[in-house]
């Protein structure tokens, strides 16, 4: 529109800068402790803290904090590991646990004041939880099978024709030992980066609105109502998500714990 006032707020549109890998102490190396590592040093600190103070004195009638860990614990356990390995699940309960509340915690680091950046938007670290289920899935069909048992139970389907081995064997061994781990860390850094963009966008918008001045500051309110709406539905995406990757390894140490595929 001609004569509309042109909007240059300094921080918009988001950059890359805007993911907030800042270092926090000055003089130490660059990238040593940046935001990102910080949050992941709280969130372990918080989920040992939580589950070591809900357990220091267990009582038959729970406490609050006991009752929450042990509903955390409970969930993990009956409505995954159990439901989707069986009773030999329950040997894996306390890692799924780990792994669903590490997840979870450094999701929510995304909205926490101050912080504001999940490590998972990284890509180093959800391809470093897709490496850690890769290797124990793995392990434990190699482990149950023995190496060239579990390789042929992985790449041969049962009941698959000799004559598609061909093409059915390339394609399993793509899709078990190649593309898990990958899909696993990409879904997981997608919905983290591309949920914090979507609140850099809206945060930055409204400061650009106001800096642009004349009527688009009356626009602004809404720029930041819609980050704060997004910041709910954020909520439930991390959590959602750590859900999916938990759920998925379980789904993948029990394909190796069968004995036909």
Request: proline share 7%; hydrophobic share 55%.
């Amino acid at each position: 529109m001609i004569g509309a006032p042109v909007i240059r707020a300094e921080g918009f549109p988001p950059k890359v800068e805007d993911l907030h890998y800042a270092d926090w102490i000055p003089g130490l190396p660059s990238g040593m402790l940046t935001t990102v590592t910080v949050s992941v040093f709280l969130a372990v600190g918080v989920i040992i803290c939580f589950f070591l103070l809900s357990y220091r004195n267990p009582q038959i009638v729970p406490t609050r904090k006991q009752w929450v860990a042990e509903s955390v614990y409970g969930f993990v356990r009956d409505g995954i590991a159990r439901d989707l390995i069986g009773p030999e699940g329950i040997r894996f309960a306390a890692y799924f646990t780990t792994l669903f509340s590490f997840i979870a915690v450094t999701n929510l680091m995304g909205i926490i004041p101050f912080i504001q950046n999940s490590p998972n938007s990284h890509i180093a670290f959800p391809a470093m939880l897709g490496v850690i289920t890769w290797l124990l899935y793995n392990f434990v069909g190699v482990k149950k099978h023995g190496f060239f048992g579990y390789i042929k139970a992985s790449c041969i389907p049962n009941g698959t024709p000799w004559y598609m081995y061909p093409l059915i064997i390339p394609l399993e061994f793509l899709q078990n030992f190649i593309l898990r781990p990958v899909t696993l860390a990409v879904r997981l850094f997608a919905n983290m980066f591309a949920g914090h963009m979507i609140l850099v966008v809206f945060i930055l918008g409204g400061v650009a609105l106001i800096e642009a001045g004349g009527w688009f500051v009356a626009a602004s309110p809404l720029a930041f109502l819609m980050a704060i709406v997004m910041s709910f539905f954020e909520f439930f995406v991390m959590l959602l998500q750590a859900y999916v990757f938990t759920l998925l390894t379980a789904v993948y140490v029990q394909g190796s714990l069968a004995d036909e595929h």
